[in-house]
């Protein structure tokens, strides 16, 4: 199986509610978190 981490929001103002973009560190920590994790699913 393959999943795509979708970032868009991460620097640009998108989706249906915009809640607001993530800042640059939690961009960070979630890109991170899937680079990191990739192998466990």
């Known amino acids: 199986m393959k999943?795509?981490?979708g970032?868009?929001?991460?620097g640009?103002?998108?989706g249906v509610q915009n809640a607001?973009?993530?800042n640059l560190e939690d961009c960070m920590r979630v890109s991170?978190?899937?680079v990191h994790n990739?192998?466990?699913?």
């Open 3 to 5: 999943l795509c981490l």
């Open 7 to 10: 970032t868009v929001q991460f």
């Open 12 to 14: 640009m103002r998108y």
């Open 20 to 22: 607001g973009q993530p």
């Open 32 to 34: 991170d978190y899937a």
């Open 38 to 41: 990739a192998g466990a699913i």
